[in-house]
C-alpha cells in the first residue's frame, strides 16, 4: 500500500496547543483517521474527516485537511497530561477497507 | 471500551509452535480485521472477514490463517511460531456498507515467541 508518513515525536506543555501532522500519498483515500494508542491499550478512534472536507471541529480537536498536497493534520486545545499518547493517522488502503496506519506520533506532554 | 472482545491478553510460546487468538466482534458489526504491530513495521493489515467470507489480505505470512465462525467471532492462527513473530496482535470490528467505516479495536493480544 502507499505510506503515510508522521513525524515521530512531540513534547509540548501542559495547556498548549499540540499540532500532529501526517502527509498520505494516496489520492483516492475518501476517509482519513486519526487514533490514539495508550501504553499497554488497544486503538481508540478520535475523529475522521471525509475527504471532501477541509476542517472538522470536535471539543478540543480540530482536523484540518489539505488535499491538494495530502497533508492531515490534528490540532489538541489546551492539551492535558491524559493525552500523553501515541496518535495514529490512516487511510482506507487500497483493499477498500482496511486502514493504512502511519507510524505514529508519539505525544509527550509536560506539567 | 471498544465493545471489541479478545482472549488471551498475553501468550509466551515456543519457536515451532502454533497458536489460536480469539476475537468477539461488537454487536451488530459483520466485519473483522485483524492487524499486526510491531516495532519494525509498526501497524499492519492482515485481513478481513465479513460474514464468515474473506474479503481482502494484507501483508499475512502463509503461515497465518484466519476464520469468521457463525456466530461472527474470529480466530487468527499463527503455526510455526518465529521470533519474528512476537508483536501485539489487534483485532478490528466495523459495520460494513455504512460510512465512514469506523473501526473500533479490541486490547489486543501480546504474543511473545521465545
Known amino acids: 500500500g502507499e505510506d503515510v508518513e508522521q513525524s515521530l515525536f512531540l513534547s509540548v506543555r501542559e495547556g498548549d496547543s499540540s499540532v500532529i501532522n501526517c502527509t498520505y500519498t494516496?489520492?483516492?483515500?475518501?476517509?482519513l483517521y486519526w487514533y490514539k494508542q495508550e501504553p499497554g491499550a488497544g486503538l481508540q478512534l478520535l475523529t475522521y474527516i471525509f475527504s471532501n472536507m477541509d476542517m472538522k471541529q470536535d471539543q478540543r480537536l480540530t482536523v484540518l485537511l489539505n488535499k491538494k498536497d495530502k497533508h492531515l493534520s490534528l490540532r489538541i486545545a489546551d492539551t492535558q497530561t491524559g493525552d500523553s499518547a501515541i496518535y495514529f493517522c490512516a487511510e482506507i488502503s487500497d483493499s477498500g477497507y482496511a486502514l493504512n496506519f502511519g507510524k505514529g506520533t508519539s505525544l509527550l506532554v509536560t506539567p | 471500551d471498544s465493545g471489541v472482545t479478545q482472549t488471551p491478553k498475553h501468550l509466551i510460546t515456543a519457536t515451532g509452535q502454533r497458536v489460536t487468538l480469539r476475537c468477539s466482534p461488537r454487536s451488530g458489526d459483520l466485519s473483522v480485521y485483524w492487524y499486526q504491530q510491531s516495532l519494525d513495521q509498526g501497524l499492519q493489515f492482515l485481513i478481513q472477514?465479513?460474514?464468515?467470507?474473506?474479503?481482502a489480505k494484507g501483508n499475512i505470512l502463509e503461515r497465518f490463517s484466519a476464520q469468521q465462525f457463525p456466530d461472527l467471532h474470529s480466530e487468527l492462527n499463527l503455526s510455526s511460531l518465529e521470533l519474528g513473530d512476537s508483536a501485539l496482535y489487534f483485532c478490528a470490528s466495523s459495520v460494513e456498507g455504512r460510512t465512514p467505516y469506523e473501526q473500533y479495536f479490541g486490547p489486543g493480544t501480546r504474543l511473545t515467541v521465545t
Open positions: 494516496d489520492s483516492s483515500s475518501t476517509y
Open positions: 472477514y465479513y460474514n464468515g467470507e474473506e474479503r
